[in-house]
């Protein structure tokens, strides 16, 4: 079975400052990853995601991700923050075999804070 | 409306009471999916349906009994709820049928259950 680590249940930065969440995986087959974000009251929206095509990969927002199959990473960065990136993230893998097939399986989330 | 709405979208009650949450997708999906977030746990998928067929229950307890009348409609039936069901119940719906492993999935906003 697949499963997601995500590194750090808080992130703080300041406005303008890099944003890095991160993301590792462990699946047996090949993984297809996507971001999640969660705004409070609001469900989740797709930010980006790696269907096997490049390895970095550009999201809305001017996020990016880019899939490390040696590191078993798939890292979310942005260049520079802004309040309204402050929110909850979530990485999450989906495997095309197995038993899970076609089920995307979560990380537990990072809530990003974005302070002045 | 577009999108996948859920209502209602706070929803207190007793444990020995029944009630509904519905979710509508505008989206002209094929798979429907209900999912719980609880508080520091990572989202865990409860029901899939795909072309209105239920593929998918997680193990979750018959007190929560799914039920899709059509491919634009899902209702989750709630009895004899216990608190520790206490969370936010999403709804989530994507393109090609359950499965389809590169899908997006579309969240609605949740109903915030609350168990006493």
């Known amino acids: 079975a697949q499963s997601v680590t995500q590194l750090g249940s808080h992130v703080s930065v300041s406005e303008g400052a890099l944003v890095l969440l991160r993301c590792n995986y462990s699946s047996s087959v090949p993984p297809y990853l996507f971001w999640y974000v969660q705004y409070p009251n609001q469900g989740l929206q797709l930010l980006l995601k790696?269907?096997?095509?490049?390895?970095l990969v550009k999201g809305i927002n001017d996020f990016e991700a880019e899939f490390k199959k040696s590191e078993t990473s798939f890292h979310l960065t942005k260049p520079s923050a802004h309040m309204s990136d402050a929110a909850e993230y979530f990485c999450a893998v989906s495997v095309a075999g197995g038993t899970s097939y076609g089920k995307l399986t979560f990380g537990q989330g990072t809530i990003l804070t974005v302070h002045p | 409306e577009t999108g996948v709405t859920q209502t209602p979208r706070h929803l207190v009650m007793g444990m020995t009471n029944k009630k509904s949450l519905k979710c509508e997708q505008h989206?002209?999906?094929?798979?429907m999916y209900w999912y719980k977030q609880s508080a520091k746990k990572p989202l865990e998928l409860m029901f899939v349906?795909?072309?209105?067929?239920?593929?998918e229950n997680n193990s979750v307890p018959s007190r929560f009994s799914p039920e899709c009348p059509n491919s634009s409609h899902l209702f989750l039936h709630l009895h004899t709820l216990q608190p520790e069901d206490s969370a936010l119940y999403l709804c989530?719906?994507?393109?090609?049928?359950?499965?389809?492993?590169?899908?997006?999935?579309?969240f609605g906003p949740g109903t915030r259950l609350t168990v006493l």
């Open positions: 989530a719906s994507s393109q090609n049928g359950a499965g389809y492993y590169t899908d997006t999935q579309y």
């Open positions: 349906y795909n072309f209105k067929e239920q593929t």
């Open positions: 989206l002209g999906h094929n798979a």
């Open positions: 790696y269907t096997s095509a490049a390895t």
